[in-house]
């Protein structure tokens, strides 16, 4: 049975640094790209940021990159999200992604809070 479990969420201050992890297992976790995407309140899911299999490529949206950092762990089957100087607007719920055409495969973990407020 596939899980992704997101982890490391929670209140943070502006300004403040927190690092989310996605816990995998019950698939083929270093034959996927990953990913982070976050839906804040009345607002549409966006991508936050992604990483090919082997780790050495990443991508970020305008508005996290050079303060969030996408990190992976084959050997852990885990993911993370590193995110530094937080703003008011990455409050939001943050989601973990696992995806690959090659294993037919595309998997969603359940969400996980993470509120940046003074």
């Known amino acids: 049975q596939v899980h992704l479990v997101e982890s490391g969420g929670g209140l943070v201050q502006p300004g403040g640094s927190l690092r989310l992890s996605c816990a995998a297992s019950?698939?083929?976790?270093?034959?996927?790209?990953l990913g982070w995407e976050r839906q804040a309140p009345g607002k549409e899911r966006e991508l936050v940021a992604g990483i090919t299999t082997s780790g050495d490529s990443t991508s970020y949206s305008p508005c996290v990159k050079g303060r969030f950092t996408i990190s992976r762990d084959n050997d852990k089957r885990t993911m993370y999200l590193q995110m530094n100087r937080r703003k008011h607007e990455d409050t939001a719920v943050y989601f973990c992604?696992?995806?690959?055409?090659?294993?037919?495969?595309?998997?969603w973990g359940q969400g996980i809070q993470v509120t940046v407020s003074s």
């Open positions: 992604n696992a995806i690959s055409a090659y294993e037919n495969g595309d998997y």
């Open positions: 019950g698939f083929n976790f270093s034959r996927y790209a």
